[in-house]
């Protein structure tokens, strides 16, 4: 999963990568409002952690750019602005959580996570196509019942495959999902790690497999179809 952590103070903003980096998610900071509201709109996001005193202006005017053009990305604020009026106002403007500062840390991945698990009438509590499934709030993973642990990358490559619904899934989007913008991305690096999972999932007798649409990108899928 990948997270747009917008934060002015560098150290802060690199506690909480290195944090959120160690939880699984890939993760982009961006210390403007407008170099955060070009990330928002130009990127995949699975959610946005985000300060409200920027240096070029007020956080909740990112969240209303998100709402005008339809983009449901959940937001958090994390603001020193812990007043009751504050945290209503925040909430009024469109964002999903508010974490006042000081915080911490297992607090914020806990809010993070119960974000990523909205709205359950849109996403499925489990995924499962074949033998394969992973369960939406616990990210766990098992193929014919056995758990398989994967790398974050891998995981969140398998994530999305699940959710395709066994549609065509481009490089680009796999490319935005897996990595953030700091990251080195290497010509193939998307073939190395689905040939990783490939072969994890086909050491335990998995029934679906990743199947490569040449120019195109690729596709999961099972003999029986997604489920």
């Known amino acids: ?71 449901a990305t959940p937001v958090l604020i994390l603001s020193a602005r812990d007043r009751l009026e504050d945290r209503i106002h925040g909430l009024n403007s469109g964002a999903d959580d508010y974490l006042p500062k000081p915080f911490a840390l297992d607090e914020l991945l806990a809010r993070l996570n119960a974000l990523l698990r909205r709205p359950p009438g849109v996403l499925p509590t489990c995924h499962v196509v074949g033998n ?44 935005e999902a897996m990595f953030g913008f700091n990251d080195e991305v290497g010509s193939n690096a998307i073939d190395v790690y689905i040939h990783r999972l490939r072969k994890r999932l086909d050491a335990l007798g998995a029934t679906a497999t990743v199947q490569t649409e040449r120019g195109v990108g690729y596709r999961f899928a099972s003999p029986d179809g997604p489920q």
Do not use: H, W
């Open 132 to 175: 394969i499934s992973m369960d939406e709030t616990t990210q766990e993973v098992t193929v014919g019942g056995t758990r398989l642990d994967l790398p974050r990358r891998e995981r969140a490559l398998l994530r999305l495959f699940l959710r395709s619904g066994g549609r065509v899934v481009t490089r680009t989007v796999l490319e």
């Open 1 to 71: 999963m990948r997270i747009l952590v917008v934060e002015d103070n560098d150290s802060l903003a690199e506690l909480l990568a290195g944090s959120l980096g160690k939880a699984g998610f890939a993760v982009d900071c961006m210390a403007t409002l407008a170099d955060a509201t070009e990330a928002a709109l130009s990127a995949r996001y699975d959610a946005v952690i985000l300060d409200l005193s920027l240096p070029d202006g007020d956080g909740l005017a990112l969240i209303g750019r998100l709402r005008a053009r339809a983009v």
